[in-house]
C-alpha cells in the first residue's frame, strides 16, 4: 500500500510541479535541454525525470563533478520544491524500512 501511494504522489508531482522544478533549474544544461523536451512527451518520460531530478537534488555532489547540475541552481533550488522532494524522499525510506522489518518478521 505504501509502494502505491508512493507512486501515485510521484506521478502527481511529475504531472504537477515538473515544469516549476525544472524551470528553476536553468544553469543547468541537461535539465533545461528537458524542459523544452517534457511538454509534448507523455507521462512515463516525465516521471522519469521527475526521478533523475530527486536523486539530482538529494544527493548533488556527483551531478555537479559530472557537469550535469549547476551549484547555484542547487542552491537557490526553491524550497517549496525542497520540502516536496523531502517528503517524497522520507516515504520512500519509510518504505524501505517497513519492507526491511516485515521480511526479518517473515525470516524469523
Request: without cysteine.
Amino acid at each position: 500500500m505504501l509502494a502505491l501511494i508512493s507512486l501515485l504522489f510521484s506521478y502527481y508531482m511529475s504531472r504537477r510541479y515538473l515544469d516549476g522544478m525544472l524551470g528553476a533549474l536553468k544553469g543547468s544544461n541537461y535539465f533545461a535541454g528537458w524542459a523544452t523536451y517534457l511538454p509534448h512527451q507523455g507521462w512515463h518520460p516525465r516521471y522519469l525525470m521527475f526521478a533523475k531530478l530527486r536523486g539530482m537534488m538529494f544527493w548533488p555532489g556527483p551531478g555537479i563533478r559530472r557537469g550535469i547540475i549547476s551549484p547555484d541552481d542547487v542552491r537557490n533550488f526553491p524550497p517549496q520544491y525542497k520540502r516536496l522532494l523531502k517528503t517524497q524522499n522520507v516515504l520512500d525510506g519509510v518504505i524501505v524500512v517497513w519492507g526491511t522489518f516485515v521480511y526479518l518478521l517473515i525470516k524469523l
